[in-house]
Nanobody, 118 residues
Framework: QVQLVETGGGLVQAGGSLRLSCAAS????????MGWFRQAPGKEREFVAR?????????ADSVKGRFTISRDNGKNTKTMYLQMNSLKPEDTAVYYC??????????WGQGTQVTVSS
């Protein structure tokens, strides 16, 4: 079992920055990919970015060039980050971290609210 806890959300003005963190504990596997998703009010959850244990990354077009995903593979706890720059009001959403093997996001965090004011 894997536990994921997100922190770092908040309120920021358009053009500002925030950094989200996701602490993963339990039976983590460095081979798992980890990722960020978000869900805005009235919309479906959407993919934001993902990162493999080896460090390769992939981004949604909507955040490419503005967001950076990274991770630390500690012995007992792995932490993933999402550095968000040049934030826009349309980035407002609940952000979730997720982890799992290829083809499945087995584990999810509880979410953290990001609000970008215009």
């Amino acid at each position: 079992q894997v536990q994921l806890v997100e922190t770092g959300g908040g309120l920021v003005q358009a053009g500002g920055s925030l950094r989200l963190s996701c602490a993963a504990s339990g039976r983590t596997d460095s081979g798992y990919r980890m990722g960020w998703f978000r869900q805005a009010p009235g919309k479906e959850r959407e993919f934001v970015a993902r990162i493999w244990g080896g460090g390769s990354t992939y981004y949604a077009d909507s955040v490419k060039g503005r967001f950076t995903i990274s991770r630390d593979n500690g012995k007992n706890t792995k932490t993933m980050y999402l550095q968000m720059n040049s934030l826009k009001p349309e980035d407002t959403a609940v952000y979730y971290c997720a982890a799992g093997p290829v083809g499945n996001w087995n584990y999810w965090g509880q979410g953290t609210q990001v609000t970008v004011s215009s």
